[in-house]
């Protein structure tokens, strides 16, 4: 018992002299970071000094060398707008000689207002994006993104777009071809079936009920014929847009009104809540009466029998905003990142006995698109979908867009 005693308190003994010695240390060393540096210390500080100097030299030549290397244009530009750098890229794209770009104001470096206005936009706004085929005798197709930094400078991103354009382009015109081409035959074996449709009654049940089938399924048909020529007009932008000032709440009021006689034979009631004044939108009436009525027509088509649909129209100081409410069978949340796609259906079964192509909603988001404006979908599987659209009331701002 008496040893233990004796072991313990040599412990505690020695435990107190080592705390007393490392708080004697810790004070000298305080002592010493506060002291002036010696000369001994200035050597090493200018050392330092040095190593950290070659680093940030290494990190700025390795830039350099990145800025070379990426395929795409990179410029900077100063908030005076001069530009201070750019790279091989930015001079080829641009069709300038080597080197005769930095040090000049954008537009005498640029030679082109419409790079100008994006850096321009980028420094006021935060950020920009434009495309525009550069007047050189390989005109390619330029994609410009500028950037504003934290120094208040910007960035600006030249990048070759032509060969997508072309390829897209490409892809456009064969399904426009292809459209074309299935068009007549399809309107011809159309028409056949509702001639044949209209004489049912003199023809045995069975072959009757095969009739009526053939008729729906070339209906189907037909549609996915016009809105595959739609949507490749729409991408492909050959669908000009009739900008005018149009009020989207008579729209949707106009819209409904297209839409009471397919919601009446489904039993469900459409609703129109929209504020007494709505600000004027810059936008083309019958496009956006189409992505409305693509909207409007699925609300309709996924709801139960004596369910309503709500359009509301509400409006902020730059967008107003057009929402399809319904109470219908919902999307499940996996499918709904997915929905915009073309072709894209949540449930091919079902929507088979609906009918449909899968081609409405991504209609809908190009025509939304086109206007500046986005679109967006928020749905509850068993409960109900309300899909929306802003429009900004400034209308597609085709040149330098902020906030890309
Ligand atoms: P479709 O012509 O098949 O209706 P859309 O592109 O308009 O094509 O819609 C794509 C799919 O999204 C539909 O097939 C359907 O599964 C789902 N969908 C769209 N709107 C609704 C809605 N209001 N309620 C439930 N599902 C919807």
């Given amino acids: 018992m008496g040893a233990a005693f004796e072991i313990l308190a040599l412990a505690a003994v020695g435990a107190a002299i080592a705390l007393l010695l490392a708080s004697l240390l810790q004070r000298r060393g305080t002592h010493a970071a506060h002291r002036p540096a010696q000369p001994a210390d200035t050597a ?3 050392n330092r000094l040095r190593d950290a100097d070659a680093r940030a030299a290494a990190v700025a030549r390795d830039a350099a060398l990145l800025v070379e290397l990426v395929g795409v244009g990179v410029v900077r530009v100063a908030p005076d707008l001069t530009v201070t750098l750019a790279n091989e890229a930015a001079h080829r794209l641009l069709g300038r000689r080597a080197g005769a770009m930095p040090g000049k104001s954008a537009l005498e470096a640029f030679t082109d207002h419409r790079v100008e206005e994006i ?8 950020s920009a994006v434009g495309e525009l085929t550069v007047r050189t005798a390989e005109a390619p197709t330029i994609l410009a993104r500028a950037r504003r930094t934290t120094s208040g400078d910007a960035w600006l991103v030249l990048e070759d777009v032509s060969e997508l354009r072309r390829l897209q382009r490409i892809r456009a015109e064969f399904i426009d071809n292809l459209g074309h081409e299935l068009r007549t035959p399809l309107t011809t074996v159309s028409l056949l079936a509702e001639t044949l449709a209209a004489d049912a009654g003199s023809l045995p049940p069975k072959a009757a009920e095969r009739v009526a089938k053939i008729e729906v399924e070339t209906g189907h048909l037909v549609q996915m014929v016009n809105e595959l020529l739609d949507l490749s007009r729409i991408e492909s932008g050959t669908a000009e847009l009739l900008v005018a000032d149009l009020d989207l709440a008579a729209l949707a009021t106009a ?3 297209r839409m009471r006689l397919f919601a009446e034979r489904q039993g469900v009631a459409i609703d129109v809540a929209a504020p007494a004044a709505v600000p004027l939108v810059r936008g083309d009436a019958e496009r956006l009466g ?3 009525l693509n909207l409007l027509h699925n609300a309709i088509k996924f ?3 004596g369910s309503t649909v709500t359009i509301r129209v509400t409006a902020t100081e730059s967008r107003v905003i057009v929402a399809v409410e ?3 069978q919902g999307i499940p949340r996996a499918d709904l990142p997915r929905i915009f796609e073309r072709f894209y259906k949540v449930d091919r079964a079902r929507s088979r006995v609906a009918g ?10 190009h025509i939304v698109e086109a206007h500046g404006g986005r679109i967006w979908a928020e749905s509850e599987e068993g409960v109900g979908s309300t899909f929306s659209f802003a429009i900004p009331v400034t209308g597609p701002d085709l040149r330098a867009t902020p906030g890309a």
């Fill in 356 to 365: 449909g192509t899968g081609l409405g909603l991504s209609i809908a988001r």
């Fill in 255 to 257: 819209t409904a009104e």
């Fill in 44 to 46: 090493e500080l200018e």
């Fill in 119 to 126: 850096v321009r936009t980028a420094l006021e706004a935060g």
């Fill in 303 to 305: 709801s139960a029998p």
């Fill in 326 to 328: 319904d109470h219908g």
């Fill in 290 to 292: 189409q992505a409305l």
